[in-house]
């Protein structure tokens, strides 16, 4: 979107001067009233037509039989009527020019005839190119500082405050009423807000990024369902970061397509929710999971910048006029990942100079004497420049309700240093968070929602958008069998343990590759081998190997006659120290993506993994070792042999180029297991599995002739 696209697009949208409404209603129980009185209320200074040809007037308005009726071309059309008669203003609206309609109708979305039809038609009015359309299932846009109230969402009956800083877009029309009224409760005023629907045309990423040129704007929240347009909201996240205005999400949903294209490990592990969290991470979006962060962490977010590198576990001092409320913050600072630190012991000689005794526990309990200012100022001052903490948290208690001039004002005065400083206010005490809120603090009404937003704000960094790539993929795929999926693995420059394939028809002489030695069918199309009693372990001689053939071929034909049974693939069994699982695949929405995980048949029931967008570094790669559990005992815990880390670093890094594999039709694959041998050793894929597109260049089908290799290399 050029820059005078999203000016023009801005104006229309946000700060229209003529709107009109299509379908209102003179009936106050109807949703269809609400926007014509909305924008009386909030004494929308702007011109209102009505479009409803089956009323003389609505709400003491003419009201006209269409838009062509109307003595000027609105710039913003709302249409309140059903889908089918949605779709005609639509292109009327096309026909005469209106730069923006929004649609407030559902009934495009779905797998009936008609909502396809519907879908289609839409299509086409938004790919004529005159008129953007906002929706279908949008519930409007709101501009508090235009006073432009133009929504059919009922939490907009009442007055809201005004000249905030804060752009709301939300997937979800429902949400932005229920961040409007608990904003308004909170006291946290909102710029603009935006109910984008199901996005036929207009994404939640290109309206935010039409926003963000203009001063007002100091923030972002996103409420996410999906991930949809996501080359739109890659293009916003890089434009804020630039402009250095914080954006954080609030995301949920499940993607039913992952599932369905998913034939791996892989696609299990890296679902909908994995991969919205690598994507927004690499965005440089903070995700909160709470919806009271999602309002109140937004001072701490704009200070983002000035508090050095992301650290995914902050360490945060905690000072309170209260051990209660004091131990809840602890306790859910831990739990959500960062570290409650006590004082060094330098630090507690400082605070005892000050006349402040402490104990030697991790909270800073201050008793009542914290209600007087300069205790709890003298107290802050002294942690808010010690070395050991990235965060203070001050919590004040029932003093914070009664007094807060006393129990609050030293937090306020203590701010603006080079450490992030936030609140918890452990009684109901409106005025003690108006006060910090005022003073540019982020001030929580829950301990839960504190600790989520400093570990989220703290884990955010800047955006990596270099590697995100959305991509189209066919949906028609096929699976390659082992000896062929290695191959990819090569060239990728992964080792693999010696195989050979065989014929299943026998006689076997001398099993061809060193004992013991892992037997599995071998045929293209198959993901998981075990589940077809196909994979036999432990084979020792000759006999050992007719006897497994015998028992996957049996066992195969009666699990899934289907199945190829005419090859195996023996391999030699190396052993290691712990088990890891690689994968990439596209996902239809964010592009390519690479896991690791903790390996075995039960990665899926473990789920311990780390999923980032693809290509990765090498330092991303040491960070998402880090994050999987399972490998903290091979970095030598506990005394344990370390495990060749190093070499599974490499690995991540290699398998996240299969993104440039793309272009030649390969969309997932996954080592499963990986082993990770002892330090300086090595790893080595003992399985295999890569499902590419469906195209000329790619077949899958053919048998390949039987073929010693060693580890490493690969046969022909």
Not at 587 to 600: F, N, S, Y
Not at 666 to 694: K, S
Request: glycine letters at 10%.
């Amino acid at each position: 979107m050029s820059p005078d696209g999203g000016e023009r697009l801005y104006r229309a949208l946000m700060r229209p001067q003529t709107v009109a409404i299509v379908g209102a209603s003179d009936d106050p129980a109807k949703t269809t009233s609400r926007p014509l009185r909305n924008l009386a209320d909030n004494n929308w200074p702007g011109t209102v037509y009505v479009v409803n040809p089956n009323r003389d007037t609505v709400g003491g308005r003419r009201a006209y039989d269409s838009l062509a009726d109307l003595p000027a071309v609105p710039d913003h059309v709302f249409v309140l009527t059903g889908a089918d008669p949605a779709i005609e203003a639509a292109r009327e609206c096309s026909r005469i020019g209106v730069p923006v309609v929004t649609i407030m109708a559902d009934g495009f979305v779905g797998g009936s005839a008609d909502a396809r039809r519907r879908m289609t038609s839409l299509e086409q009015v938004a790919a004529a190119g005159r008129t953007r359309v906002l929706g279908p299932s949008s519930l409007g846009v709101v501009s508090t500082s235009q006073r432009l109230v133009l929504t059919a969402n009922a939490a907009f009956s009442e007055p809201l405050p005004r000249d905030g800083g804060i752009f709301v877009a939300s997937q979800s029309g429902s949400a932005i009423g229920a961040l409007a009224s608990r904003g308004k409760d909170a006291g946290i005023a909102f710029h603009s807000m935006v109910s984008t629907g199901s996005e036929i045309d207009l994404s939640l990423g290109e309206v935010c990024l039409a926003a963000v040129d203009d001063p007002e704007v100091t923030s972002y929240i996103l409420f996410l369902e999906n991930l949809s347009h996501a080359g739109d909201l890659a293009a916003f996240a890089r434009a804020a970061a630039d402009r250095g205005k914080p954006v954080l999400a609030y995301k949920l949903g499940r993607s039913d397509a992952a599932a369905e294209l998913a034939v791996s490990h892989t696609g299990a592990l890296a679902g909908d929710d994995a991969i919205a969290d690598a994507a927004l991470r690499d965005l440089g979006i903070t995700r909160v999971h709470t919806f009271d962060a999602l309002l109140e962490a937004h001072p701490l977010a704009r200070r983002a910048r000035t508090l050095g590198a992301a650290r995914p576990a902050p360490r945060v001092a905690v000072v309170s006029t209260t051990g209660g409320g004091g131990a809840m913050m602890v306790d859910c600072l831990a739990m959500a990942g960062a570290e409650p630190t006590r004082p060094s012991d330098q630090t507690r000689a400082r605070l005892a100079d000050a006349g402040i005794e402490t104990g030697g526990g991790t909270l800073v309990d201050l008793t009542l004497a914290g209600t007087r200012y300069e205790v709890m100022k003298s107290a802050l001052d002294i942690l808010l420049t010690a070395p050991e903490f990235d965060a203070v948290v001050a919590v004040p208690g029932s003093s914070a309700r009664f007094h807060p001039e006393h129990a609050v004002k030293p937090i306020v005065d203590a701010a603006g240093g080079d450490k992030a400083l936030v609140a918890f206010v452990v009684p109901s005490a409106p005025d003690a968070l108006r006060m910090l809120r005022g003073g540019g603090i982020s001030a929580f009404r829950s301990p839960e929602s504190c600790a989520d937003a400093i570990v989220s704000v703290f884990a955010s960094r800047a955006p990596r958008l270099e590697a995100f790539s959305p991509l189209r993929v066919s949906t028609t795929t096929s699976v390659l069998d082992e000896q062929s999926s290695y191959r990819v693995f090569a060239d990728l420059g992964i080792p693999h343990a010696p195989f050979a394939v065989l014929g299943t028809a026998g006689p076997f002489g001398e099993i061809p590759v060193t004992t013991p030695a892992a037997v599995k069918i071998h045929a293209a199309g198959l993901a998981h081998k075990s589940d077809l009693g196909g994979v036999v372990l432990g084979v020792e001689d000759t006999a050992g190997l007719t006897s497994a053939v015998d028992t996957i071929v049996s066992s195969v034909r009666r699990t899934d006659p289907t199945v190829p049974t005419d090859q195996i693939l023996v391999q030699q069994m190396v052993r290691g120290l712990g088990e890891a699982l690689i994968g990439f695949r596209v996902d239809p929405d964010v592009g390519p993506i690479v896991l690791l995980a903790a390996g075995g048949v039960l990665a899926e029931l473990h789920k311990d993994r780390s999923v980032r967008l693809a290509p990765v570094d090498p330092a991303t790669a040491q960070e998402m070792i880090d994050e999987v559990t399972a490998f903290r005992a091979l970095a030598g815990f506990r005394g344990l042999p370390k495990g060749d880390l190093t070499a599974l670093r490499d690995a991540v890094v290699a398998v996240s180029r299969a993104a440039d594999l793309v272009d030649s039709g390969v969309v997932e694959l996954e080592a499963n297991p990986v082993m990770v041998c002892a330090e300086g050793q090595g790893v080595f894929a003992v399985d295999a599995v890569v499902r590419i597109a469906q195209t000329d260049r790619c077949d899958s089908t053919r048998s390949t002739p039987a073929v010693v290799v060693t580890a490493g290399t690969v046969g022909p």
